[in-house]
């Protein structure tokens, strides 16, 4: 049990570094995996549905915060959605 808690944190933590080639790794399935840009991309709908129900903007940009961990302007992608989620007019 052990395993999952720490695969967790880690998807968590860095989701693109374990995620995008979890098919390959653990299915052996021959997928190219998503660019991070083209995963930010795919969310946008997400997004808009789950802020026409009231989710708010911050509820669902957190959990997007380690997307470009390890990348470079990855601070600065996270600095611009956590000063900005609250911010009128966003979401």
Request: glycine letters at 10%; a negative charge.
């Amino acid at each position: 049990h052990v395993d999952g808690v720490m695969i967790g944190r880690a998807a968590y933590n860095t989701p693109f570094q374990v995620l995008a080639e979890a098919d390959r790794d653990i299915y052996g399935e021959d997928v190219t995996p998503k660019t991070r840009q083209e995963v930010l991309e795919q969310m946008l709908p997400f997004i808009e549905e789950q802020l026409a129900e009231g989710v708010s903007l911050n509820s669902i940009t957190r959990h997007m915060l380690g997307l470009f961990h390890g990348c470079k302007g990855g601070k600065a992608f996270r600095r611009h959605l956590s000063d900005n989620v609250h911010k009128d007019g966003s979401g």
